[in-house]
């Protein structure tokens, strides 16, 4: 009897900390995954960063274990989309092979030169034409660290790239980049394109040659090559798409298309963003502003520099869990018994910059470090591990209150959608209505979902959220707690501001104290 072939796309995810593989059907439907943990190395005080051929090749290894899911017979790829982590830095040579490890977002080395160019006046210039605001993530002020510092590697190198660019270059051999990756760090915003006038405030006028060709997500494409087709065992005509950036991609797989649709991504950052039409707009020089995939619509971001991370922190460190098991942990039980901790937390509060390069948003600072307040002997484990999840929901209120609006459904995606506590959390918080979709890998769905309409198989992105897009679980804010956590960011933003000169004196004491603990070295 003859089986029916179901065309499929196939989603890839260079995560932070994951690299995610969804296979998906043509209408959205979730099938098959897999997914592969990536190694953050630590070579230095604040230094975060990737080896590029390691990402790849557990890229690979993730599309392996894809197909050893799928019957061959039954399942047919047809795409690939691919998306990954914002900002970093991803270096090649000439021969399309990486010059040194790849930067992190995370990355805090160049603390001292953001806040110079913040001092300055060069990053509100450079916020007046690209909407974002420079800060420790940003890949041109990378750019102009390793001018200073390694210019062996700035000479050696072809072409800079991001995450998601790296893994389309292995799959294709074409080195490019898309609208949604280059717009928040290079682009005149309003036109769309790039602008010399931010290599010249960077300083980094020689590293023009470097910016790769820029195209939009949908026409970002090209066919896998023949070895790397062989070598996997997929067909040698499967096109592969790249864009858009993780933050444009699951707005798109929450179905965020429209302008004044708001959503949270509570992933390893936390991103907070509203789409407009009229960039960038108020807070001025804070956040980002990304072209999204719709045209004439932009994505207006507030983005916290951490968000689960703090969960994860305080659950291997207090809890004993380390990294390879913690995707077995009883979350049910644990956050049964954090239920029973009222808003407040029994007078504790957390601020949730846990991050050695501090905090971008919804202020720049990074020096910021994250702390307890409010301790006594009588708190349990319990409820300072309530107020890590408070001070997360805290920092996301301090976003949104920092936009001009935002609207009465927040989307919410990220591994911390997964909490039921967490979501009820942030609608009581936010004094929003917090609505979940079906696919909690938004990320990947965003990529398959451009990659559906670059195949043509939608005739736009209305047309393709509408059909694979499906509202799942929705948490209604209490007024009450409501109420209740707009008094406590009064408390929230009080005490970082009251921090911020203590936080400058401890860094300056850290940074003295491992000078000279590498000079006797």
Not at 21 to 34: C, K
């Amino acid at each position: 009897m003859k089986t029916d072939i179901i065309d499929t796309i196939l989603g890839i995810d260079i995560g932070t900390s994951l690299i995610k593989t969804n296979l998906y059907s043509l209408d959205g439907r979730h099938l098959v995954t897999a997914s592969q943990r990536n190694v953050l190395t630590h070579e230095r005080p604040k230094w975060v960063e990737y080896d590029m051929e390691e990402i790849w090749v557990k890229a690979k290894t993730c599309i392996g274990v894809i197909l050893n899911k799928t019957d061959a017979n039954r399942i047919r790829i047809i795409g690939i989309g691919i998306t990954g982590q914002g900002d970093g830095t991803w270096l090649i040579d000439e021969h399309l092979n990486p010059v040194r490890p790849a930067i992190s977002w995370l990355d805090g080395r160049t603390g001292e030169m953001v806040l110079d160019l913040h001092k300055s006046g060069v990053s509100k210039s450079v916020f007046d034409i690209t909407g974002t605001s420079i800060n420790q993530s940003n890949q041109a002020v990378h750019l102009s660290w390793l001018i200073k510092h390694e210019p062996e590697s700035i000479r050696k190198s072809y072409k800079v790239l991001r995450a998601k660019d790296w893994i389309f270059l292995k799959l294709t051999g074409k080195v490019s980049t898309d609208t949604s990756d280059a717009s928040y760090t290079y682009f005149d915003i309003k036109k769309n394109i790039y602008d010399d006038r931010i290599l010249d405030l960077h300083g980094i006028s020689e590293c023009e040659h470097l910016l790769p060709e820029v195209l939009h997500p949908r026409g970002n494409i090209s066919k896998i090559k023949k070895d790397v087709a062989g070598e996997l065992g997929l067909n040698t005509d499967i096109p592969v798409v790249s864009g858009p950036v993780d933050m444009s991609s699951s707005a798109l797989g929450l179905g965020i298309i429209e302008p004044g649709q708001s959503n949270t991504i509570l992933g390893t950052a936390g991103i907070h963003q509203v789409l407009i039409t009229d960039p960038p707009g108020p807070p001025v020089n804070a956040g980002y502003t990304i072209s999204h995939i719709v045209e004439g619509v932009w994505l207006r971001v507030l983005p916290s520099m951490t968000g689960t991370l703090n969960l994860q922190w305080f659950i291997k460190k207090l809890y004993g869990y380390s990294e390879t098991v913690q995707k077995n942990i009883d979350w049910e039980t644990i956050e049964q018994k954090v239920r029973q901790v009222p808003v407040g937390s029994y007078g504790i509060m957390y601020h949730p910059y846990i991050d050695p390069a501090g905090e971008r948003a919804p202020f720049m600072n990074p020096a910021a470090r994250a702390q307890f307040i409010g301790l006594n002997i009588h708190h349990s484990k319990e409820a300072l591990l309530h107020a890590v999840y408070e001070g997360v929901a805290l920092s996301a209120l301090d976003c949104y209150s920092s936009l001009p609006s935002y609207s009465e459904e927040i989307r919410l995606a990220g591994g911390g959608s997964r909490s039921e506590l967490w979501s009820q959390m942030l609608a009581d918080a936010l004094g929003r209505r917090v609505r979940h979709v079906l696919e909690k890998e938004t990320g990947t769905k965003g990529a398959m979902i451009n990659t559906a309409v670059a195949l043509g198989i939608y005739k736009t992105y209305e047309e393709a959220v509408k059909d694979t897009v499906i509202p799942g679980e929705k948490f209604d804010p209490s007024s009450e707690n409501h109420r209740k956590y707009s008094e406590l960011l009064k408390i929230f933003r009080n005490t970082y501001k009251a921090m911020t000169p203590i936080w400058q004196e401890l860094n300056n004491f850290s940074e003295q104290s491992l000078m000279t603990t590498l000079t006797r070295k």
